[in-house]
């Protein structure tokens, strides 16, 4: 089992930066692939970036050039650079881990609200 912990949320201006982090209470083994997500209201969850352990990263078309993913398994964090944020990118952040292919692992969400 694993818990994860988003933090870093908050509200900013447009064209401010934001920094989450997503914790995790157990280890994050080479394998698990770890992700970003977002809701809006009245919106679907949606995919925000995705990164492997070997490297490979994916981001949404509407976020990248703008925000950068990264992880660290030796601290079991992994992080969410948000930079040059728009009210378009107001929603609850999800953290998500998935394990073997077919384990899934949410956090409880942060909020990022871009208002002035």
């Known amino acids: 089992q694993v818990a994860l912990v988003e933090s870093g949320g908050g509200l900013v201006q447009p064209g401010g930066s934001l920094r989450l982090s997503c914790a995790a209470s157990?280890?994050?083994?080479?394998?698990?692939?770890m992700g970003w997500y977002r809701q809006a209201p009245g919106k679907e969850r949606e995919l925000v970036a995705r990164?492997?352990?070997?490297?490979?990263?994916t981001y949404a078309d509407s976020v990248k050039g703008r925000f950068t993913i990264s992880r660290d398994n030796a601290k079991n964090t992994m992080y969410l650079q948000m930079n040059s944020l728009k009210p378009e990118d107001t929603a609850v952040y999800y953290c998500?881990?998935?394990?073997?292919?077919?384990?899934?692992?949410w956090g409880q969400g942060t909020q990022v609200t871009v208002s002035s």
């Open positions: 998500h881990l998935r394990r073997n292919g077919y384990s899934d692992y």
């Open positions: 157990g280890s994050i083994f080479s394998g698990d692939v």
């Open positions: 990164i492997y352990s070997f490297g490979s990263i």
